[in-house]
């Protein structure tokens, strides 16, 4: 319907600052509201209706602004309504597509305008875009709320006793605490708690975190403390120093973000010693450098800079103790480039770190490896290293690798093949872009001539 794809059109066209300003409703002697609401239904939509009267004139514009309420940008959907005075509009906002985890907290409102051209602006309304699936139980510690429906009480003192020693050993190492609400919820197995994520989703991930909207999603068997005290307090370092940083430019790296979060499990993972010493002999230690953005994609190389980070973290803490850090992260805060942080704190550049950092480990007996040419990112930086997050009860398969990489393929094919690969692949991104754009401005051409 053409409603259809002028309210799509809307949404991907139209951004606004929402949350960075505090709106008031217009008072309009002619608009009234009669009804305004947004009822979730997690994971399929959320609905949101309206019910306005005009006593002057036909209702001509309506426009509902949503989004995260811990987002700056608000996404804008143009409804068609009657030309009557008095209306009563849908939006039905299919949250496959649009993405959002449970425990969002969503903010929503309205501008009315009539054909007199009054009009007003509804005060923000907020909701919870909770899972109504499971019969869930809640405990709160602190500014963490913990979600679980399988285990009964125990399992929820177990975590809540892990977010507890977590948030004290943070607020001890980085003097750091969350300043707003965390999420957790746990899902007690691995197809309960895909049914919560975005289709999709990479296989192997064991859960899933959002700094920006303050939700960490898990799956956790309910006898699996292991994985309660390895996956918990890695998350939960992850929120406290996104919300301590509170600065999304902020250009933490990568190394530090991740080293802290493994430092800070209670289950440590042990592999990453024996990982460490043979990449180091055999030469295959990746530059701190590199590990400053994102991780590499290839499971092995990625467990590398997880063991590397951790290491790196706790070669900081041991040899000069907990200020150092604490000066790096808030030079972060302040968006401080890395180089000048590292300096600042530790009075070396993030070269010298990682030599310092090196010559504690066993020399190498190899060569270095060429390690030229392009490497893959991986797409999403919540997405941890493979892990076994229900042990017995439902295990995640570990990917396999591929037996040669797609850059190996590549590098097998003959230079024409490539070079032609290439040019038709750039050709179809132009020739797709132009009829997107194309037929998006033809789309707003007929909007506005309505
Ligand atoms: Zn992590």
Redesign the pocket.
Known sequence: MHYHWRALLGILMLLCVMASQPLHAQTSEAIQVISSSARPDFPNEIVFALEATSSAAAISTVQLLYGPTRSEAALIVDLEPPAQPQVRLEHRLDTQVYYYPPGTEMSYRWLIRDADGNSIETPVQQFVYTDERFGWQERTVGEVTIFWYAGGDAFGDAVAGTVEQTLSNLSNTLKASLRAPVRIYIYASIPDMYSALQANSAEWIGGQANTGLGVIVAAIAPDNEREIRRMIP??LS?QVLHQHIENPYGNLPRWLD?GL?VHHQEVRDREYDQLLIEAAQENRLIPLEALASSFPADPDQAQLSYAQSRSIVEYILDTYGEEPLQTMIMAFAEATPVEEAVQSALGMSVDELDAAWRSELPAATMPAPDLSGPQVAPQDRFR?PPVLPVGAINPVPTPTPAPTTLGDRVAALPAWVTLGGSALFCLTGVVLLAVVLLVALRRIGVDKRN
């Open positions: 890695h998350e992850h991740e979060a941890d």
